[in-house]
Nanobody, 118 residues
């Protein structure tokens, strides 16, 4: 019954910024956390950042720490990912996920493409 829809991806040059959004519908109040993952061509899907839905505690992959910021607007059922100082290695499809239990992501969006050129 939960649906997640990502938006905000696009093509940017290295050093640029993008802001991704994930709009959620359904029983999102049951989520323990929501997060962002990315998958580069030919690579496995990897963790980027997540945020506790109620308390707001955040965590980040080492590769994006200091450049990316995850946030949420509980009233609007939306999670954001502000991405600054983008690098070509940040290129990939970015997915929004929801976890009903800590660390167990079971709901996913369709993904949004982020391409960073050098």
């Amino acid at each position: 019954q939960v649906q997640l829809v990502e938006s905000g991806g696009g093509l940017v040059q290295a050093g640029g910024s993008l802001r991704l959004s994930c709009a959620a519908s359904g029983n999102i109040l049951s989520f323990n956390s929501m997060g962002w993952f990315r998958q580069a061509p030919g690579k496995e899907r990897k963790f980027v950042a997540d945020i506790a839905w109620r308390g707001g505690r955040t965590s980040y992959a080492d590769s994006v720490k200091g450049r990316f910021t995850i946030s949420r607007d509980n009233a609007k059922n939306t999670v954001f990912l502000q991405m600054n100082t983008l690098q070509p290695e940040d290129t990939g499809v970015y997915y929004c996920g929801g976890a009903l239990v800590e660390g167990a992501y079971s709901a996913w969006g369709q993904g949004t493409q982020v391409t960073v050129s050098s």
